[in-house]
């Protein structure tokens, strides 16, 4: 078993900058593959950002490419999302899950064996 804990979700302006941190607890962090997804309110969920293992892998969304950064402290046992220049489209839960697998489908949710429970992120206009 994976615990996966998000924070440092919260309320930032438009062209605003916000990062988010998921700390991870139970079997080795570094074994995992991890990445952000979000749900805004009445859409579903969508992959934001991955990251390998050891960091060498990385791909994101088209929306929040050149934006988000993601990396990973695997001796800290989190991954951050480094979030710049934030949009009203980026409000949505964050959530980040782990999966075992560098799966070719890594976009999709079902790829992954372990969730947080999700932090908040609301960018005003």
């Known amino acids: 078993q994976v615990q996966l804990v998000e924070s440092g979700g919260g309320l930032v302006q438009a062209g605003g900058s916000l990062r988010l941190s998921c700390a991870a607890s139970?079997?080795?962090?570094?074994?995992?593959?991890m990445s952000w997804f979000r749900q805004a309110p009445g859409k579903e969920r969508e992959f934001v950002a991955v990251?390998?293992?050891?960091?060498?892998?990385?791909d994101y969304a088209d929306s929040v490419k050149g934006r988000f950064t993601i990396s990973r402290d695997n001796a800290k046992n989190t991954v951050y999302l480094q979030m710049n220049s934030v949009k009203p489209g980026d409000t949505a839960v964050y959530y980040c899950?782990?999966?075992?697998?560098?799966?070719?489908?890594?976009?999709?949710?079902?790829?992954?064996?372990?969730w947080g429970q999700g932090t908040q992120v609301t960018v005003s206009s």
């Open positions: 899950a782990a999966a075992r697998l560098f799966s070719s489908d890594y976009r999709e949710g079902s790829k992954y064996d372990y």
């Open positions: 139970g079997r080795t962090f570094s074994n995992y593959v």
């Open positions: 990251i390998s293992w050891s960091g060498t892998r990385i």
